[in-house]
């Protein structure tokens, strides 16, 4: 019963980070960057969404699309200030540049949105439930792992079949070889951040019935998720989902077997141990040195 | 230090001083907090500044420092002072500790590593609760005595101004001692850091116990100042801080941490209306910072300031031919039965040969043979899977790779790997020591007098003439290989391993390279030198070995190599050619579709093409020959924006496109089939078919990929395979089949018959025949010169970057030109032309 | 070289450096005041910032009345001195040490005891008086200081934790309960009060203690363990934000089981936050704006009112309790500064154990309220156990 509830919690903000680590995934495979403040991203699409809907009283499924645009378009702009002037002279600087502009991106919304936390109106989603073998789930905590692993396998069939998908994993593979090919480089990589964004702002809005609104609210998910996608092997696209899953359920598992006083202590203890061991992450592969 | 430093640090910590004697509790606090940022900003500096190494946990050192004193002062009864060396030590042995996992990743891993660790640091303060208090904190904690005399927060302030003093004049020593140059080396370049015997898991572990200790001590006078510690006092975002302390200030600088924590400890201070706003206005000074002032404030100041050049020239100093043989010890080198196999494929296969001292043996080869992998064996980089690399009687095979040149092995790269960011006279010091570095080397100066006369005398030695103080990244491309040669002597190697020294030099540095590898040699050095360029190869080797496909194919004196049938053919391709005349008569007086003229072009510093001219017009089938290494690559690069051109112009369609993108080149209809195919291994033959076609409009996308599907029988049976399953051949079908779905106006095609068995080559150029016949305009570049003649209209022949020759395809079969661009002059008196030994070779 | 010339050039160079710098450090103490300064440090930004928030307004008005009834010792007005502590203790401290430096009569303190306690020791050692009107931990009062100058009108976790076993075992007759407990400095703190309340009441146990940080999102695994141990009430002790996930986690298993609280979860939009089982969360506070007011209660209100436009009746007070303590501690501190007939830190202690006007609070009538041995003026008694009722925050019976 323990194990079975710890499972169920763990699934469902499991898969959370594994949205967050799979834009983390995106941006990474296709530049070898990642725009570290994925958290504050995913902040910005719950408060966007709950300004849209709840303060301006639009209606829900505009709100959500128009806060989803409104997070890849910032995902755009992160790639464009504070990612692309630094790879192009050939720093690696944008790793604190995007902490930076997370920085702001809080600070601005807590100065806009406000310092009270808030939350989202209570909905058949958050109320209603059912049982399993005695377990009650929530109608949301069911629907978050299932829309989590629809949209990863949404990506890889997106990836696998459109034009602009392939243009992408032609990027991924070989940059050069996709420029001959006409695909814009530059443009696939900046996609990709919205994409990642895009993701992030997906995860904001579904965590925001269960959490609190606020613009701190994404910090300690998006370390906890960028760890996830280093555990998975940023590499891998199912290996950060999977990552996301073992490590939310990993945590509900340490809190209700050993008690909740070491679960962060534990979990950050396995992050290191487990990079001490596989430097390239769980399911990653080990680049051969080239000369 | 000189008279205006001194002066100057004496009144700067003279005001100090007298602020302190004057301030009250608020103001000493602030200087105390102002000394202690600076502290751990400099300790930050060591890890960051000089080994490049990240660390957003660094609070987490200083909170373990603070814990140690507060835990030793209060509970145990421990006077402040030891109990602060306890901090330091145990923070730093949390630096080591810290180290192993971060050893072995790099960039976000590392700083997810730290990141972890400051973490489990800060919810281990809080959840021990015996020992830290847990969230309550430890309070009580006593202010340091002085012979039983409480010195108070003055004191302590006193304290902290000699510590931070104490810390910069340690970090100067430190940056210019060898340790803080093995630093640089190994952020600069970790490959050829190893390479001149530094131990990068040592220096690196070196670097983050020097910044725990720092952090921690810094940590321990926090403690006693606020007599209160919590975990809540070192929060997460302390670490950000003091990583825009060290970039503020600018990193690498001794001043830079100092002035960071001025700047971010008072100006919050100083603008108290800023308030809530202090954190936006945190992380936009960062992104201001990074984006405006990458080098920091002190960096900015540096720059402002001018520059002093006052050394010249290395004069010729000390007797560098002693130095030489006096290690060389005149040992042979001998490889037997190296194998080496990446993922399944053998690079190489049972070579074995013997390179004798204070001699030159060359291994040449075409692309691909495994010359390179080779060297990288016998070097360390690379274990081999089978045979042993012996120097005299020492095994070499089994040493890890800094242990190599300390065993008397020292090599330069195909790309030069200077340490970019260090002076020439740096580059070649660090190397002397053969990583060899004690304790008391950390804050010794690197530059004593016998090591810099040998440095400068090795650079004379190679013939370096520009300044000693020149920033080594800033060298013109000629200068770099003798300064990456100058290293490599200077810890006296018993073997000198050179990957193509002569890659991207002209004739004239070329010659001098040979001369400076013979005087090398004669030193009683044992030389081996992978090189393409065949005149410096038949012109200072005495003895060649030859690969083909890794394996062994003929080895001797150069002459008698030259002239083996076997060598020529893996050079120039079998003479033996189908007929593959047009069907119909040759295109005359075509429009020019592509234009290149006085072309130059390379990778950074490097010329590799120089002032090429090609021209290709519609309907024909161009090709351009030359040896490797001679820049046929880099020119097709060029050509389709893949690297930008320095110099001259390329016209397509009567459009300029030298400034294009490649995207937008291809989009344009130039189309290039690159080198080793390329093709995208994760999708199917499908998918990169219609990844060809991406530029244009997808509207008859389904017909063209039948109709090639058609044309290329076997990637038909194979569309839904994975592109990365396909043999060579096929791949490279499919990389054309690819090429030709953009419908391009002029196809260029990379080499297409390498690493192809000879039927499959025979077979491309069927169809490469077919599809000239076709009228498709084609660029093609080639090695296997025969097989490029056989189909070609008209022909230029590329030599050391520049065009030699060009004409149709007839004459230049003819021209001796040819077999001396492959071949060098060793080739010329068994073979004056291609033709020569066999049938006539445009298959006319 | 030319030393002396050398060294004219350093001086000039160094000569603006040193003059700005010299000018900043003596601003701090160029003033002499006429005012009386009060200061206060506490959380002005970041996720705190309301409750600092609610203490300046409690402390404002009670300022602007005792000043429109001509100030203290012979005229002198109060001043309001805010220093934001970014809930940070080193930043407390430094800020504490800059209003001493500026010669306050007394520093008032924040929501968080860790910055209350980082401050502690300067101000004992500087004279000054501290006066606590959030931050309940018990130690800050009990800080073993002689003399001590640190006083407090405002709950006390020790005191509170006993109410809290208490009452959950008389309005519910619970005799197991679990202890859920956000980890931090206060959640600590409490820890260690309801452990030693639950020796000393027989009638009710501890069975489990459970924690959560205060950015998490789910806490079912902690309450199943609580649940599987046989709790039969639930004694929370969080803020807003984390308490309200926790009702959530409670409401998502379906366990109606009784929740008792620490006054965290008062103010911060705790309705809203925590959905439909808001109201099921009894909690402890000093004061409450709803129900009947007294004379004091209701002309507070009124100023309150009047002063903020965006407070429009009782909803509108945020974090009551701050306001309430902070106006009350006020009018507290300025009878002692009175009665001291000085502003020095000693004076002004030793009319405050001794005060010798009653005063008649918005909380009650202070009578003696403090003493050499007591330096807090609120106890048990003076605790209300209230709940919330849509957005109102109502008494229990």
Redesign the interface.
């Known amino acids: 019963?323990?194990i079975a509830?710890?499972i169920?919690?763990g699934l469902?903000?499991g898969s959370m980070y594994g949205l967050l680590a799979l834009g983390f995934h995106v941006t990474?495979a296709v530049s070898k960057t990642?725009n570290?403040a994925q958290g504050s991203t995913m902040m910005l699409g719950a408060v966007l969404c709950f300004t849209f809907w709840v303060t301006l009283g639009w209606p829900l499924p505009l709100a959500i699309l128009l806060a989803l645009a409104c997070c890849a378009l910032w995902g755009a702009v992160v790639e464009r200030?504070?990612v692309r002037?630094?790879v192009a002279?050939g720093?690696?600087?944008w790793?604190?540049?995007t902490?930076?502009?997370?920085?702001?991106l809080?600070?601005?919304v807590?100065?806009t949105f406000g310092?009270?936390?808030?939350?989202m109106p209570?909905g058949i989603l958050?109320?209603g439930?059912f049982s399993v073998a005695g377990i009650?789930i929530?109608y949301l905590?069911a629907l978050i792992p299932l829309i989590g692993l629809a949209l990863a396998a949404a990506l890889q069939i997106g990836f696998?079949r459109s034009?602009h998908g392939?243009?992408l994993?032609?990027v991924v593979?070989?940059k050069?070889?996709?420029?001959?090919?006409?695909?814009?480089?530059e443009r696939v990589i900046a996609i990709a951040f919205a994409l990642s964004s895009f993701l992030a702002g997906i995860a904001g809005i579904l965590?925001a019935p269960?959490?609190?609104i606020?613009s701190?609210?994404g910090?300690?998910?998006g370390?906890k998720a960028?760890?996830v996608a280093?555990l998975g092997g940023?590499e891998s696209a199912w290996g950060v989902v999977l990552a996301g899953l073992i490590y939310g359920v990993a945590e509900?598992?340490i809190?209700?077997l050993l008690?909740?006083?070491?679960?962060?202590?534990v979990t950050?203890?396995l992050?290191?141990?487990a990079?001490?061991l596989r430097?390239n992450g769980l399911f990653g592969r080990a680049e051969?040195?080239k000369? | 230090m000189n008279w205006r430093v001194l002066i100057s640090a004496a009144v700067a910590i003279a005001l100090v001083c007298f602020l302190i004697v004057r301030s009250d509790s608020y103001h000493i606090l602030i200087i105390v907090l102002v000394g202690l940022t600076a502290l751990v900003g400099i300790g930050l500096n060591v890890l960051l500044g000089l080994n490049g190494q990240i660390s957003l946990g660094h609070v987490a050192f200083y909170a373990i420092g603070a814990y140690t004193v507060g835990i030793l002062t209060t509970a145990h009864d421990w006077s402040f002072w030891p109990a602060l060396v306890a901090g330091g030590v145990i923070a730093g042995f949390a630096g080591i500790l810290l180290a192993i996992p971060a050893l072995r990743v790099r960039g976000p891993y590392l700083a997810m590593v730290t990141i972890a660790f400051s973490f489990v640091v800060e919810h281990g303060t809080a959840e021990w609760q015996d020992m830290t208090g847990g969230w309550n904190g430890l309070s009580g904690i006593p202010t340091p005595t002085v012979f039983g005399t409480d010195i108070g927060e003055k004191g302590i302030a006193f304290l902290t101004v000699a510590l931070t003093v104490l810390a910069l004049w340690a970090f100067s020593r430190l940056s210019g001692s060898l340790w803080g140059n093995a630093m640089r080396a190994v952020r600069d370049s970790e490959t050829a850091s190893l390479s001149i015997g530094l131990n990068p898991t040592m220096i690196r572990t070196t670097a983050f116990a020097i910044s725990a200790i720092v952090a921690g001590i810094a940590g321990g006078v926090y403690a006693s100042i606020s007599s209160f510690i919590s975990p809540e006092a070192f929060p997460f975002f302390q670490s950000i801080l003091y990583l825009l302390v060290v970039m503020l200030g600018g990193a690498d600088r001794v001043l830079g941490p100092l002035i960071g924590a001025c700047v971010v400890v008072l100006l919050p201070e100083m603008l108290a209306g800023l308030g809530e706003y202090r954190l936006l206005f945190v992380g936009v000074l960062m992104l201001l910072v990074l984006r405006v002032a990458p080098v920091g404030l002190v960096g900015i100041a540096a720059q402002l300031l001018p520059i002093k050049r006052s050394e010249g020239a290395p004069r010729a100093r000390g007797d560098i031919a002693a130095f030489l043989s006096s290690n060389a010890g005149r040992y042979d080198l001998s490889v037997q039965d190296l194998t080496i196999n990446f993922g399944g494929v053998r690079a190489v296969k049972g070579l074995s040969f013997e390179a004798r001292a204070g001699a030159i043996t060359s291994v040449i080869g075409p692309n691909g043979a495994g010359k390179s992998t080779a060297l990288n064996a016998i070097c360390g980089f690379y274990r081999p899977d089978a045979g042993t690399v012996k120097l005299g009687e020492k095994v070499l095979s089994q040493l890890r790779a800094h242990q190599i040149p300390r065993a008397g092995v020292a090599r330069t790269y195909q790309t030069s790997q200077l340490f970019e960011t260090m002076s020439v006279l740096d580059n070649v010091l660090i190397a002397l020591r053969c990583g060899r570095l004690g304790a008391a080397d950390l804050l010794a100066a690197k530059d004593d007098a016998a090591s810099v006369e040998i440095a400068e005398g090795l650079l004379a030695f190679v013939g370096y003439t520009g300044t000693l103080d020149q920033e080594a990244g800033a060298l013109p491309h000629v200068d770099k290989r003798l300064v990456e040669i100058a290293r490599a002597l200077a810890v006296r190697p018993a073997v000198l391993a050179l990957d193509e020294p002569a890659a991207g030099l002209d004739a004239e540095d070329t010659a001098a390279i040979g001369a400076l590898l013979r005087k090398v040699a004669a030193a009683g050095v044992t030389v081996v030198l992978v090189e393409h360029d065949m005149e410096l190869v038949m012109g200072v080797s005495s003895h060649v070995v030859v690969l083909d496909a890794g394996a062994k194919i003929a080895e001797g004196p150069p002459v008698k190599v030259a002239s083996e049938p076997a060598v020529l053919e893996a050079y120039l391709g079998s003479a033996k050619q189908a007929d593959r005349k047009r069907r119909s008569a040759p295109p005359a007086g075509g429009a020019r579709l592509l234009t290149a003229r006085a072309l130059s072009a390379g990778y950074g510093a490097a010329t590799i093409v120089r002032d090429a001219a090609v021209e290709v017009a519609m309907g024909e089938l161009v090709t351009v020959l030359g040896a490797n290494g001679a820049g046929k690559t880099t020119l097709m690069r060029a050509l389709s924006g893949l690297i930008r051109p320095t110099e001259g112009e390329v016209r397509f369609l009567d459009q300029r496109i030298d400034r294009l993108t490649a995207d937008d080149i291809a989009c344009r209809g130039l189309v290039l089939v690159p080198e080793g195919r390329q093709v995208f291994p994760e999708l199917t033959v499908l998918d990169n078919l219609q990844l060809g076609g991406y530029a244009r409009a997808p509207a008859d996308e389904a017909r063209m990929i039948g109709a090639l599907l058609d044309r290329f029988e076997a990637l038909k049976a194979r569309q839904h395979q994975r592109a990365g399953l396909l043999s060579g051949g096929e791949q490279q079908m499919l990389a054309i089949a690819r090429g030709l779905m953009a419908s391009p106006k002029v196809l260029m095609l990379d080499e297409p018959s390498l690493g192809l068995a000879p039927r499959l080559m025979e077979n491309l150029y069927d169809l490469l025949a077919e599809l000239r016949d076709e009228g498709i305009t084609i660029l093609l570049v080639d090695q296997a010169a025969a097989l490029a003649l056989s189909v070609a209209d008209r022909a230029y022949v590329l030599q050391s970057g520049s065009i030699k020759r060009s004409g149709t395809a007839q004459e230049i079969g003819q021209d001796p030109e040819l077999v001396r661009a492959y071949l060098g002059d060793g080739g010329e008196p068994a073979s004056p032309t291609l033709s020569a030994p066999g049938i006539p070779l445009a298959g006319k | 070289m030319d030393k002396k010339r050398l060294l004219q050039n350093v001086r000039a160079r160094h000569a603006l450096a040193i003059g700005l710098v010299l000018a900043w450090f003596g601003a701090g103490s160029a003033f002499a005041a006429d005012p009386i300064k009060i200061g206060q440090v506490a959380a002005l930004s970041g996720p705190s910032a309301q409750s600092g928030e609610a203490i300046a307004r409690g402390l404002q008005l009670a300022i602007d009345e005792i000043n429109a009834k001509g100030g203290l010792l012979g005229g002198r007005m109060l001043q309001l001195v805010q220093r934001d502590d970014e809930s940070s203790p080193p930043k407390g401290l430094l800020a504490a040490r800059e209003l001493m430096s500026e010669n306050v009569a007394v520093i008032f303190g924040g929501l968080d005891s860790p910055v209350s306690l980082a401050m502690l020791p300067a101000i004992n050692k500087d004279k000054h008086i501290y006066m606590g009107v959030w931050a309940a931990a018990t130690n800050i009062t009990h800080n073993g200081a002689n003399p001590n100058y640190a006083f407090r009108v405002s709950a006390v976790d020790a005191l509170v934790d006993v109410k809290l076993l208490k009452f959950a075992n008389q309005k519910f007759g619970s005799k197991k309960a679990g202890l859920m407990l956000l980890n931090n400095p206060w959640g600590q703190s409490n820890e260690k009060g309801l452990t030693a309340a639950a020796k000393d009441n027989t009638a009710i146990t501890i069975v489990g203690t459970e924690k959560f940080e205060p950015a998490d999102v789910d806490m079912v695994a902690q309450l199943e363990r609580l649940k599987s141990a046989g709790a039969d009430s639930i004694i929370l002790v969080a803020n807003s934000q984390p308490g309200a996930q926790m009702m959530k986690s409670r409401e998502r298993m379906g366990w109606s089981v009784p929740v008792v609280s620490h006054w965290g979860i008062s103010g911060g939009r705790f309705p809203e936050l925590a959905g439909p089982t808001a109201g099921q969360a009894d909690f402890v506070q000093t004061y409450s704006f709803f129900g009947k007011q007294g004379a004091v209660g209701q002309r507070v209100l009124a100023e309150l009112e009047k002063k903020y436009p965006t407070i429009k009746g009782p909803e509108g007070v945020f974090s009551p309790v701050g306001t309430a303590n902070a106006y009350d501690a006020m009018h507290l501190v300025a009878l002692g500064i009175a009665q001291a007939g000085s502003t020095d830190g000693d004076a002004i202690r030793m009319a405050l154990e001794n005060l010798k006007t009653p005063y008649e609070g918005l909380i009650k009538t202070y009578n003696h309220p403090f003493s050499s041995t007591n330096h807090d003026g609120l106890g048990p008694d003076d605790y209300i156990m209230v709940h919330y009722q849509d957005n109102k925050i109502v008494p229990v019976d």
């Open positions: 019963m323990l509830t710890a169920v919690s469902g903000l990474y990642v570290f200030i504070a002037p630094f002279r720093s690696n600087s790793l604190i540049a902490v930076a502009l997370g920085i702001v809080e600070n601005v807590l100065f310092k009270d936390p808030r939350g209570p958050t109320t439930a009650r929530q905590q696998a034009r392939k243009a994993l032609a593979q070989n050069d070889a996709a420029r001959l090919m006409g695909i814009r480089v965590v269960l959490f609190t606020a701190g609210m910090t300690l998910f370390i960028f760890a280093i940023i509900a598992m809190t209700a008690g909740s006083t070491y679960t962060q202590i950050f203890a992050v290191i141990l990079l001490a430097p051969l040195r000369v």
